[in-house]
């Protein structure tokens, strides 16, 4: 009885420390004082500046267009180069694995100040560009680690099959092995669509000329110091993340 | 079939090529070259002298530090969220992982609300008339912020392994007379160590790089190494000496992960670097 309870108060000293920061955010957001310790009363005041605050908007922009593009282009670059790497020799798929798990273990500031190198010396201006590259090629192993054991799991012969029954080899792909690995490949465009939305070390040394997201943004606004409006951009982002989670769960609940 | 299939693989062969391997062979050159060109040893052995040496002192610490406080603090949620029923179990796994979606920055930003001097818990200090405490811009806030941010990946992994145990195990050696202590000595602490090194590796490795939590809750002043990366590429323009300190960095931490990775469940596919 004494384990159960001081399980129990563990568990929720844990949940506080997890959630006490967030759910602070949260409620100041509303509060009318711009200092933190004290309650000025009930406004949405920072939400109608967050609104109209012309940065935050052109980052938020950013972010979800970078996101989209580098989670598309990363899921198809990734999915076809699994196929091709499922199909080579051994020595082969080990050293190109290899090199497609350095981004991935790599600290993410070597990863970045590497890129930046690359694109300072090649004269490409850091920008939209720059961040956009550096983006796909961070997902892009992602995304092929996450195809990669679907094709193992794949019967070799089902393709086989299909082109004995006369399909060209890109037919039997599309009706054969695609539906089979699709798992994989959804888990991938998922998975490069978060990391690039949270992604701030890379971004920051890959963006440039009037391009930031959202982290940027956060970053520079947090090192001046306190800031109502990202309390608000917080609770409306946590807000979204819930609602989705939410809606995930309904779903896969009701498939059941 | 198979030999045509191969080819599908070229073009990401390429752009590997393109924007990894060249990268890295770039800042390899110019960790070995002066500014004005010609090869030299000198960015690294300027990384030896004791102003750098202070700085990777200062990381390894504090990194150590927070991955001691996410085993000891996460290993006992492990086995809570491990030992709860089903339904319980999955919804605390959600919790757990829930903080982790929202954006890095402003959970390391939140702390700074509740830190600061004029912040929440000082104020609230202040209602029970005690004096302020100074708790933002040193190293404890530094600590907190990496423990905050990294704690998930030291509880999740704990917790898969502890899940799949076979519980057989446990109850023979009950039945053998060993105490809960011995059991937990003998039997479950020695199992889970594949999910405890990965815990140590996914703590250990951001916690050492970071350059945003010792910029936002440490004040800048306390330099770490990943700050020291960030000042040469971003203020001093000192890209060779930059260089040096990544090729120093990334060599460290690619050698702890084969370390790590020899060391972890062989039954599982994780399939690492070597």
Redesign the interface.
């Known amino acids: 009885m004494v384990i159960r309870s001081v ?1 129990k108060i ?2 929720f000293l ?2 506080l ?6 759910i ?2 949260m409620i ?1 957001s509303f509060n009318e004082s711009r ?4 309650w000025g009363g009930l406004t949405l005041r920072w939400y109608k500046e967050l609104f109209h605050d012309g940065v935050i908007k052109n980052a938020f922009y950013y972010t979800i267009v970078i996101a989209i593009f580098s989670a598309v282009i990363s899921t198809i ?2 999915t ?2 699994a ?6 020799s051994f020595l ?1 798929k080990k050293v ?8 991935v ?6 990863t970045g ?6 694109f300072i ?1 090649f004269k490409l201006e850091l920008g939209f560009l720059s961040m956009l ?2 983006h796909i ?1 961070f997902c ?1 192993p992602y995304v ?1 680690l996450a195809v990669l ?1 679907k094709l193992r799991q794949l019967n070799k012969h089902l ?2 099959a299909a ?1 004995d029954l006369g399909a060209t ?1 890109s037919y039997a792909f599309r009706k054969v092995i695609l539906p089979e690995i699709m798992p994989g490949i959804v888990t991938g465009a998922l998975m490069a669509f ?1 990391l690039s939305i ?1 992604d ?2 890379i971004s920051f ?1 890959t963006a440039g000329r009037g391009v930031s997201n ?2 940027i943004t ?2 520079s606004m ?2 001046r110091g ?1 800031n109502p409006r ?2 608000a ?2 609770t409306l ?2 807000s979204a ?2 609602i989705l ?1 939410l809606i995930i769960n309904k779903r896969t609940v009701d498939q059941e | 079939m198979r030999t045509n299939q191969k080819i599908l693989a070229y073009p990401y062969i390429v752009w590997l090529i393109i924007f990894i391997v060249v990268p890295l062979i770039l800042v390899l050159y110019f960790s070995l070259s002066f500014r004005d060109g010609g090869i030299t040893l000198e960015n690294y052995r300027r990384f030896i002298s004791p102003v750098y040496g202070k700085v990777l002192y200062r990381s390894l610490k504090l990194a150590f530090i927070s991955t001691v406080f996410c085993l000891v603090l996460g290993y006992p949620m492990a086995m809570i969220i491990a030992g709860a029923d089903i339904t319980k179990r999955n919804l605390m796994v959600l919790l757990f992982v829930l903080p982790m979606w929202m954006n890095f920055l402003l959970r390391t930003y939140a702390w700074m609300t509740l830190l600061g001097k004029n912040g929440v818990i000082n104020n609230i200090l202040g209602y029970f008339n005690l004096p302020a405490l100074n708790l933002l811009y040193n190293n404890g806030a530094v600590i907190l912020g990496m423990v905050y941010n990294f704690i998930p990946f030291m509880v999740l992994p704990i917790y898969s392994v502890l899940a799949k145990m076979d519980k057989t195990l446990i109850e023979a050696a009950k039945d053998l007379g060993a105490n809960e202590i011995t059991v937990f000595r003998k039997i479950i602490f020695p199992l889970s160590l594949p999910g405890v090194i990965t815990g140590i590796t996914m703590v250990f490795m951001p916690a050492v790089s970071t350059f945003v939590i010792p910029k936002l809750l440490g004040g800048g002043q306390f330099m770490l190494i990943g700050n020291l990366v960030e000042q040469q590429f971003t203020y001093v323009y000192d890209w060779n000496f930059g260089s040096a300190i990544s090729i120093i960095m990334m060599v460290f931490i690619l050698i702890a992960m084969a370390i790590m990775a020899k060391y972890e469940d062989p039954m599982e596919e994780s399939g690492g670097l070597w």
């Not at chain 1, 200092?35 to 004290?38: E, H, V």
């Open positions: 399980k563990y568990t844990m949940f420390f997890l959630y006490a920061p967030i602070t955010l100041f200092s933190r310790g004290k670059i990734g076809i180069a196929v091709g790497i499922h199909n080579m082969g190109v694995l290899n090199i497609n798990y350095l981004p273990l790599n600290p993410e500031i070597v100040v590497s890129l930046m190198t690359l010396f590259l550096a090629t892009i092929v054991p393709a086989e082109m080899p978060t949270d701030f070390v040394f959202l982290s956060v970053y947090a090192r306190i990202i309390n951009l917080s982002m946590f993340i819930l989670l």
